[in-house]
């Protein structure tokens, strides 16, 4: 070492010595989700659960591997049980697993274990019930392809049928049968975080093949109202699908629009009203934001739902 390095060394071991042992970097600034249960008159109007304490889920729940967050709920009903399927982003791989809860009451949930798993990344496992059988398909871009998944033996073990579409960066797909045929809507992005584009699909069969809409893509590069924000319902006749708001941020409020003309050559929608149907609440699990639903009717006419929400980890 020369004598001008010597010195410059020499000088930042005193300046160490002086300053005392110095703070870790800060975290760089990053969203944590959390999950929790809604009810309402409708599944345009939904406020948390009176009788739970959100959030019902979070990282802190999760046992089997080490979770940042949870987001992305699904649920379905099945044995007298209502059975919660979520994003896990394992922080161990960084990628996105599939975990299971259960609950006897929805008020209650007990985490379970990591269902599905693979070499990239899952999420938004979307699980419906179709000819007596359970059926998922969890978003999974990195793969390049939409897969469909059945329950082995439900709600734990579930083997890979194959994939419904392949070659691009499919995220959040959503399917749901109308006039006696299956629809897919999902997100077309190379920026993951910041949609725009909405892909409509069709078939006659779950297993396709599936053709894309001529009208496709339905939304083009409106990053307001594009990418899928939960299940697909039908409510008083109308076909409901939910999208997240992701400008100026990711995910920051969940808005609702009615397709109101759909067949295999036409497509229109309008947005229902309030909108936003989800948004941060300012304070707490979900004072940033909110990009998820999914609702379910029950006898009495009220509606359930689990949602999601996040604030930043600062």
């Not at 899952?122 to 000819?131: K, Q």
């Not at 359970?134 to 939409?146: F, G, H, L, T």
């Not at 049968?177 to 999902?186: E, H, K, Q, S, V």
């Not at 689990?306 to 930043?312: L, M, T």
Request: proline share 9%.
């Amino acid at each position: 070492m020369n004598a001008a390095l010597l010195k410059q060394a020499i000088a930042k071991s005193i300046r160490r010595v002086i300053r005392g042992p110095q703070p870790p970097p800060p975290k760089p600034k990053a969203p944590v989700f959390s999950i929790g249960m809604y009810t309402g008159e409708s599944p345009l109007a939904l406020r948390p659960a009176a009788n739970v304490k959100n959030p019902v889920l979070t990282a802190a729940s999760v046992s089997d591997v080490p979770a940042v967050f949870v987001a992305d709920p699904f649920m379905i009903q099945a044995g007298g049980l209502w059975h919660m399927f979520f994003e896990v982003l394992n922080g161990r791989s960084g990628l996105g697993e599939i975990g299971v809860a259960s609950s006897s009451d929805a008020v209650q949930w007990k985490y379970r274990q990591i269902v599905l798993r693979e070499p990239f990344h899952l999420s938004y496992p979307y699980v419906f019930e179709w000819e007596n059988e359970y059926y998922m398909i969890p978003e999974s871009y990195q793969a390049r392809s939409v897969r469909l998944y059945k329950a082995v033996d439900f709600p734990l073990a579930w083997s890979f049928v194959g994939d419904l579409l392949t070659g691009d960066d499919f995220e959040d797909s959503s399917v749901f049968r109308f006039n006696d045929r299956w629809w897919l809507l999902n997100d077309l992005s190379r920026a993951p975080y910041y949609a725009g584009t909405l892909r409509l699909f069709f078939s006659d069969r779950l297993d396709g093949p599936w053709t894309e809409h001529p009208k496709s893509p339905v939304v083009d590069q409106d990053p307001h109202i594009a990418r899928p924000a939960g299940r697909v319902v039908t409510w008083n006749g109308k076909v409901i699908r939910f999208t997240q708001d992701c400008s100026p941020v990711y995910g920051i409020q969940v808005r609702a629009f009615e397709l109101t003309e759909l067949t295999p050559t036409t497509f229109r929608e309008q947005e229902l009203n309030p909108s936003p149907v989800l948004q941060g609440s300012g304070s707490g699990w979900n004072e940033s934001g909110m990009h998820h639903l999914d609702p379910h009717l029950q006898p009495d006419g009220q509606w359930i739902a689990c949602v999601d929400g996040w604030h930043w980890n600062s």
